[in-house]
């Protein structure tokens, strides 16, 4: 069974995006109460201000004695009796950083890979009513019951998505040349995380047509008929085992528009279900 963990540690792990401990240490001299930290993406923030006299070690409350910006990886001191941070007082900040995505940034990315793994495809469970009678019960495919199999998949499509995000930044860096001849190809980055996307999707693309998953796998679909005296389209219906006692579900399968619909707004004189 698939989990969302799972995956996000399997994403993580193809970017080389880990996320990774710090600490923090400030001397205090009576003039900063803001503090850019070592890392960002910060989570797990632990802070607390040592003092020499008299010795004591006391554990900041976040909102109240220190506001976090985890994005950007900086701590503002707010509370007077340490902003600013004074002489004999030392600030010490733990954490552990996200990395360059976040986990809610990550998630979304698992969300939209999900979504294309999955579309149009449902589990069919056999089982008996109360009446004894068998049904089959259409289970939409979510990480829970994700076959084992395909959460590489899963995470390969978010990691593609991660790294498009990275060539979309890498897309406006531009080579530098001075005039002492120094150049700097700044362009590479964008060429190489294209080279490895492909690489990449061309993986995704090998392992899908083997399990034919995917939006490009193959698929089956019925035929419509018109019928010759109505000139209406005959009803489909699902395909059921025989054993099915169920009710009959109808199909509705889109119509493609046509380039040669009337526009005109002129109403048809015919009547409904006659010929025409």
Same mark, same amino acid.
């Given at each position: 069974?698939?989990?969302? %963990?799972?995956?996000?540690?399997?994403?993580?792990?193809?970017?080389?995006?880990?996320?990774?401990?710090?600490?923090?240490?400030?001397?205090?001299?009576?003039?900063?109460?803001?503090?850019?930290?070592?890392?960002?993406?910060?989570?797990?923030?632990?802070?607390?201000?040592?003092?020499?006299? #008299? %010795?004591?070690?006391?554990? &900041?409350?976040?909102?109240?004695?220190?506001?976090?910006?985890?994005?950007?990886?900086?701590?503002? &001191?707010?509370?007077?009796?340490?902003?600013?941070?004074?002489?004999?007082?030392?600030?010490?900040?733990?954490?552990?950083?996200?990395?360059?995505? %976040?986990? +809610?940034?990550?998630?979304?990315?698992?969300?939209?890979?999900?979504?294309?793994?999955?579309?149009?495809?449902?589990?069919?469970?056999?089982?008996?009513?109360?009446?004894?009678?068998?049904?089959?019960?259409?289970? #939409?495919?979510?990480?829970?019951?994700?076959?084992?199999?395909?959460?590489?998949?899963?995470?390969?499509? +978010?990691?593609?998505?991660? &790294?498009?995000?990275?060539?979309?930044? +890498?897309?406006?860096?531009?080579?530098?040349?001075?005039? *002492?001849?120094?150049?700097?190809?700044?362009?590479?980055?964008?060429?190489?995380?294209? *080279?490895?996307?492909?690489?990449?999707?061309?993986?995704?693309?090998?392992?899908?047509?083997? &399990?034919?998953?995917?939006?490009?796998?193959?698929?089956?679909?019925?035929?419509?008929?018109?019928?010759?005296?109505?000139?209406?389209?005959?009803?489909?219906?699902?395909?059921? *085992?025989?054993?099915?006692?169920?009710?009959?579900?109808?199909?509705?399968?889109?119509?493609?528009?046509? +380039?040669?619909?009337?526009?005109?707004?002129?109403?048809?004189?015919?009547?409904?279900?006659?010929?025409?």
């Amino acid at each position: 069974m698939a989990t969302l %963990a799972g995956v996000l540690r399997r994403v993580r792990s193809e970017i080389g995006d880990l996320p990774a401990p710090f600490v923090d240490t400030f001397i205090g001299g009576d003039e900063l109460s803001s503090y850019d930290l070592s890392e960002v993406n910060v989570t797990s923030v632990v802070a607390k201000v040592v003092t020499t006299e #008299p %010795a004591s070690s006391i554990e &900041l409350e976040p909102d109240a004695d220190y506001v976090l910006n985890p994005a950007e990886g900086s701590i503002l &001191l707010i509370n007077t009796d340490y902003s600013p941070l004074r002489h004999g007082q030392t600030l010490i900040v733990r954490g552990r950083s996200e990395g360059m995505f %976040a986990d +809610a940034e990550l998630e979304t990315y698992v969300s939209d890979a999900m979504t294309q793994q999955t579309y149009g495809r449902t589990i069919k469970t056999r089982y008996r009513d109360g009446h004894g009678h068998i049904r089959y019960d259409l289970e #939409p495919i979510e990480l829970e019951n994700l076959p084992a199999v395909e959460e590489p998949l899963v995470a390969y499509l +978010a990691t593609i998505s991660a &790294l498009w995000t990275l060539a979309t930044d +890498a897309a406006t860096d531009i080579d530098v040349n001075t005039a *002492e001849g120094t150049f700097v190809p700044r362009s590479q980055r964008y060429r190489q995380l294209m *080279e490895h996307l492909a690489e990449l999707q061309a993986r995704y693309n090998a392992l899908a047509q083997q &399990l034919n998953v995917g939006l490009a796998r193959i698929e089956q679909f019925q035929l419509r008929r018109v019928s010759r005296s109505t000139n209406r389209l005959v009803p489909i219906f699902q395909p059921r *085992e025989y054993d099915d006692t169920g009710k009959p579900e109808r199909l509705l399968p889109p119509i493609d528009g046509d +380039a040669y619909d009337d526009e005109s707004g002129v109403t048809s004189p015919l009547y409904p279900g006659t010929w025409g």
